[in-house]
């Protein structure tokens, strides 16, 4: 029977959302989110085939749109000189008075892209919920859109949204998109700087404004709302991942946002999410967002980390993180209470990559093995042990070089009984969980099993007061980090209510 505080939360929760602070508070993220763990999303659009014909050990930046109008000159730089992006621009397509990025646009003519191969390797990757890159700050739509000409259906000749919704919810995944035009604002001002753009184009570069503008027009806002409208309506994702610099739109355009799609979820009978950055929204009304980065240390409510294995987009040179390194993080990031959106980068015509195929392929790998430890956990009462930690939390915490060893321990819980101690390194001998020690008051019941996932061999183990120590496995299940379910008897209490006569003396 529900207590009193219950009904009236749930009736709350049935109420329509209104654009206020009050009433998107009320906002509860969906178990099925905080079950998930994993998920992919691809950037992968006109700009990839840019970075076909670079120069080997030349550093060219990911904004390629924004990068390519700095030549020093017209469009300053820190150093005077033209940035290599121009350069490569210039020497690639001419001189981008004349063509410009809607250049770029036009020449995009994937011939590659298989939805169905895509989303069959992000279900094998052990990936819960993926989606495309909806629209970059390039402001091009991955959709047929009717609220902007320039879209993939215009310029492709298909639909990439609506081709891996189809593939992606057949494998019972969740289906997500990303979009970063919020920032599309600064990304064209260097367009209007170097050269005068067509008026005509003015929806694809923005209306004029110096590189020093921060406050996007009313017709940008118009614009941003009206491309996220119809994505909403016609493609009813399950989750809507934000770049920064949405915080520089207006309050009342988030907050409209906001509660449009969460009362059309309501609509659709869906539970959805939302997840952002910086200050764009609080974290009573969404999810938010550690850009290659994390905590320190748990943090509630639950949060996601977006990464990349290499550069955001393609490029000729890619070097991509091994399995280790991304399995280590993910289990960092779940004993915290966070997920992870890992990002594939495609080749220009719509390709994965062999190495993004091979590090998807070995994460799924590991998950097939250890996935109960990850999916549908929950923070333990201490998120880990051993000698390596992040010195800060926060974002871009990963260009710090992290490698974890066997005496580094993640713990996870799936229930009051039962409870996982991930070994991040093979172990070097007996494994000694301090944690778990007789002495500590962290785990305050009797273990009954302990079992390696993976493995039938029965373990040796003793609890004593240096902590729990487990004898190492004559085998292990898994070339990466090694998960431990610990079973235990349980908790358990007197009731004794208000029977007068069990106080007596």
Not at 116 to 128: D, H, N, V
Not at 241 to 270: C, I, M, P, T, V
Not at 305 to 329: L, M, V
């Amino acid at each position: 029977m529900l207590s009193s505080l219950a009904i009236q939360h749930a009736n709350a929760q049935q109420k329509k959302y209104e654009p206020t602070e009050e009433s998107l508070s009320k906002y509860q993220t969906p178990e099925w989110f905080l079950d998930a763990k994993f998920g992919i999303y691809t950037h992968w659009g006109p700009v990839s085939q840019v970075f076909e014909g670079t120069e080997p050990g030349k550093y060219y930046r990911g904004w390629h749109g924004m990068i390519m109008y700095q030549d020093g000159k017209k469009v300053p730089t820190k150093n005077g000189k033209p940035s290599n992006n121009h350069l490569h621009h210039v020497k690639k397509y001419g001189d981008p008075a004349e063509f410009g990025y809607k250049h770029i646009i036009e020449q995009f003519q994937p011939t590659a892209f298989d939805a169905e191969k895509w989303a069959e390797l992000f279900k094998k990757s052990g990936a819960k919920f993926a989606g495309p890159v909806a629209m970059h700050h390039d402001n091009f739509a991955m959709w047929d859109s009717k609220a902007t000409r320039w879209n993939s259906m215009n310029y492709g000749g298909f639909d990439p949204s609506a081709e891996l919704k189809k593939e992606i919810e057949k494998r019972d995944m969740k289906f997500m998109a990303s979009f970063h035009h919020a920032f599309t604002w600064k990304f064209f001002a260097p367009a209007h700087k170097y050269s005068k753009i067509n008026e005509n184009d003015y929806d694809l570069y923005t209306t004029p404004h110096s590189l020093e503008s921060d406050m996007p027009d009313e017709q940008f806002h118009k614009e941003w709302w009206a491309k996220l409208k119809e994505y909403i309506d016609v493609y009813q994702p399950d989750l809507l991942w934000f770049d920064w610099w949405l915080e520089n739109l207006s309050l009342e355009a988030r907050h409209k946002f906001l509660a449009y799609y969460y009362n059309s979820a309501k609509k659709w009978g869906k539970e959805v999410g939302v997840c952002y950055k910086e200050s764009t929204f609080t974290d009573d009304m969404a999810i938010k967002d550690y850009e290659r980065g994390r905590p320190n240390q748990p943090k509630s409510p639950a949060w996601l980390t977006d990464t990349s294995p290499g550069a955001w987009f393609y490029r000729s040179d890619a070097k991509f993180k091994k399995p280790n390194e991304i399995i280590d993080i993910l289990v960092d990031i779940v004993a915290k209470n966070g997920l992870m959106l890992l990002n594939v980068p495609p080749d220009p015509d719509g390709t994965i990559p062999a190495e993004m195929e091979y590090l998807l392929t070995e994460i799924g790998a590991w998950l097939e093995i250890n996935g109960d430890a990850i999916y549908a956990t929950r923070p333990w009462t201490v998120f880990g042990e051993g000698p390596t930690r992040l010195p800060e939390g926060g974002h871009k915490i990963e260009k710090l070089k992290i490698s974890y060893t066997d005496k580094d321990i993640r713990y996870t819980k799936k229930s009051d009984k039962e409870f996982y101690a991930i070994v991040m390194d093979k172990p070097k001998g007996a494994i000694v969980m301090k944690s778990l020690s007789t002495d500590i008051g962290a785990l305050n019941s009797e273990i009954i099993d302990i079992q390696l996932l993976g493995s039938n061999e029965k373990l040796e183990w003793e609890r004593r007061a240096e902590g729990l120590i487990i004898k190492a496995p004559s085998q292990l299940s898994t070339d990466y980090a090694h998960a431990f379910k610990i079973v235990l008897e349980g908790y358990t209490e007197n009731d004794i209510g208000g029977n007068v006569e069990a106080h007596k003396d």
